[in-house]
């Protein structure tokens, strides 16, 4: 059974930074393509980074809202994705869910609060 | 970016009637387009993937058809539990892009 579980959300000051953690099974994790989504108070979903296999560079994608202050990570030897955040913004609150697109489509992580107030 | 315009919004129905959920791509997605199904408190829960293909244990009343532009999930014989949130996804090229929901309610 494919599990993802996100942990580390918390309630963060604007400006500071937060990691991520999801951790994965279920699946072979050093194939996959991993991402990030996030979920605004508003409901709207918003594709967040992605991060390729070893044999595709480790490589990276962001949206443009995030780009520069967020950093996907993975490490394959614990089946973990990472979501470094930083100089976050109040707009970054939302639920943070961990995907993973596998042959019958996303699949998702309970997803991890992340609250940006001062 | 590939935007997805999911219609409508809301709608109300009654428990045993057929429900359509639409979303249109700004440009052709192929097939690689999802249907989330998220209630209040949960994660999305998913319903279809390739446009048409039923995710296991989903029940046979939610059908996705589209290709291209276009698609379409409908409920037939919409029951109580039924009652959510469903979101289009399209998730063929970066970023993925979402519907914005459609809030199915009771009459």
């Known amino acids: 059974e494919v599990q993802l579980v996100e942990t580390g959300g918390s309630l963060v000051q604007p400006g500071k930074s937060l990691k991520l953690t999801c951790a994965t099974s279920?699946?072979?994790?050093?194939?996959?393509?991993m991402h990030w989504v996030r979920q605004s108070p508003e409901k709207q979903l918003e594709w967040v980074a992605q991060?390729?296999?070893?044999?595709?560079?480790?490589?990276?994608y962001y949206a443009e809202s995030v780009k520069g202050r967020f950093t996907i990570s993975r490490d394959d030897s614990k089946s973990s994705v990472y979501l470094q955040m930083n100089s976050l913004k109040e707009e970054d609150t939302a639920i943070y869910y961990c995907?993973?697109?596998?042959?019958?489509?996303?699949?998702w992580g309970q997803g991890v609060m992340v609250t940006v107030s001062s | 970016d590939t935007v997805m315009t999911q219609s409508p919004a809301s709608m109300s129905t009654s428990v045993g009637e057929r429900v359509t959920v639409n979303c249109k791509a700004s440009?052709?997605?192929?097939?690689?387009v999802a249907w989330f199904q998220q209630k209040p408190g949960q994660s999305p829960k998913r319903l279809i993937y390739?446009?048409?293909n039923r995710h296991t244990g989903v029940p046979d009343r939610f059908t996705g058809s589209g290709f291209g532009r276009d698609f379409t999930l409908t409920i037939s014989n919409v029951e109580a539990e039924d009652l959510a949130v469903y979101y289009c996804?399209?998730?063929?090229?970066?970023?993925?892009?979402f519907g914005a929901g459609t809030k199915l309610e009771l009459k």
């Open positions: 996804l399209q998730y063929g090229s970066i970023p993925y892009t």
């Open positions: 279920g699946f072979t994790f050093s194939n996959a393509w």
């Open positions: 991060i390729k296999a070893k044999s595709n560079n480790y490589a990276t």
């Open positions: 995907t993973w697109r596998g042959p019958l489509g996303p699949y």
């Open positions: 440009q052709s997605v192929g097939t690689v």
């Open positions: 390739l446009a048409t």
